[in-house]
């Protein structure tokens, strides 16, 4: 089992461990890791998994997927350590990994 730290958006800070395969997102729904919603089930269409990697752990990363970078080219809150957490499989590499999550953005639809 690994370690992965979500700190929400108002600062409390949960560690879960979860089996190496296992993603970010998976880890973070299996365990009511509250902000992210994971609306497509880790399909890539929803970008409601978006999360900040603490910088430090960047470089341990697989490279990011030209459909993650396109899905994270329309957040207005995207940063450089962005990534969709469907898209980070745990690895022992990554054990103690440390993710920042967003709360859920307004729906769209409510602009209508
Ligand atoms: S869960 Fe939808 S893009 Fe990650």
Redesign the pocket.
């Given at each position: 089992m690994v370690k992965v730290t979500y700190i929400d958006s108002s600062g409390v800070s949960r560690t879960i461990e979860v089996a190496p395969g296992v993603s970010v997102?998976q880890g973070a729904k299996q365990n009511d890791i509250p902000e992210i919603t994971?609306?497509?089930?880790?399909?890539?269409?929803?970008?409601?998994?978006h999360v900040y990697v603490d910088p430090q752990w960047m470089d341990k990363l697989q490279p990011m997927h030209k459909i993650e970078n396109g899905?994270l080219a329309f957040k207005e809150t995207r940063q450089p350590n962005s990534r969709?957490?469907?898209?980070i499989l745990m690895t022992e590499d990554l054990d103690g990994l440390v993710v920042r999550t967003l709360p859920p953005e307004p729906d769209e639809d409510a602009n209508d």
């Open positions: 997102m994971a609306d497509c089930g880790g399909l890539r269409t929803c970008s409601s998994c899905l969709l957490s469907c898209q």
